[in-house]
């Protein structure tokens, strides 16, 4: 079955050591993927996407993520983290729906990244 | 306008009162969706709209639940004789279509009592 998961629930990390949010996906086909990231009563920000060319994709905040075709895997990366980065991360991938010929988006559960000062 | 507008930002529906929910997508966007996410959940797909074609309804929960986008523009999600389990904060999405980017709202927090 199609389906995209983030194996953890929460990732703890102090403010400037570098981080990483793990999200691996099972797709048939050429996967598009995304993280967006969500503050408390917030909705969902866009943070970057694969879609196709370089593996290593660079988005907002200094963030950006490695797609890992032979490990199905596209984590998410910042060098140095901050104690305002911590929030609550999803990874999604576009999933064809059944029969219908288009793709709508599948979220992981969720990552919580806390950084501490 | 600027980014996907939602209305209201929070409901309180007391269980059996009917409510709506409103969504103005990005201007240009052909594509909207409406996703619900329950309390430290995932958001999950209710149904999808291309133009205002509701092409992918399958993700909505009971016969209460209803979207319509009359004009391709403007959405609304009704849901009719609300039940606690219906409590989540229901997301409106919008995109020029698969694959690029799908931009969100801020939810509308709905609340049943």
């Known amino acids: 079955a199609q389906s995209v998961a983030q194996p953890e629930d929460q990732v703890n990390v102090a403010e400037g050591n570098p981080l990483t949010v793990k999200c691996t996906y099972s797709?048939?086909?050429?996967?598009?993927l995304f993280w967006y990231v969500q503050y408390p009563n917030r909705g969902l920000q866009f943070l970057l996407k694969?879609?196709?060319?370089?593996?290593l994709v660079k988005g907002s905040y200094g963030f950006e993520a490695e797609f890992n075709k032979s490990q199905t895997s596209f984590h998410l990366k910042k060098p140095s983290a901050l104690v305002s980065d911590s929030a609550l991360y999803f990874c999604?991938?576009?999933?064809?729906?059944?029969?219908?010929?288009?793709?709508?988006?599948?979220f992981g559960k969720g990552t919580m990244l806390l950084v501490s000062p | 306008g600027a980014g996907v507008s939602q209305s209201p930002r929070y409901k309180v529906a007391k269980r059996g009162q009917d409510v709506a929910l409103r969504c103005d997508p990005i201007?240009?966007?052909?594509?909207l969706f409406w996703y619900q996410q329950a309390l430290g959940q995932g958001p999950e797909f209710l149904t999808y709209?291309?133009?205002?074609?509701?092409?992918?309804k399958s993700g909505l929960p009971s016969d209460r639940f209803f979207a319509e986008r009359p004009e391709g523009s403007v959405s609304t999600l009704k849901i009719q004789r609300t039940q606690q389990e219906d409590s989540a904060v229901y997301l409106c999405?919008?995109?020029?279509?698969?694959?690029?980017?799908?931009?969100f709202g801020e939810g509308s927090w709905l609340t049943v009592v």
């Open positions: 999405a919008s995109s020029y279509g698969a694959p690029n980017t799908i931009y």
């Open positions: 709209f291309q133009n205002e074609a509701q092409l992918d």
């Open positions: 797709v048939s086909g050429n996967p598009y």
């Open positions: 999604a991938v576009f999933l064809l729906r059944g029969n219908s010929g288009y793709s709508t988006l599948t």
């Open positions: 201007s240009g966007h052909v594509s």
């Open positions: 694969y879609i196709t060319g370089d593996n």
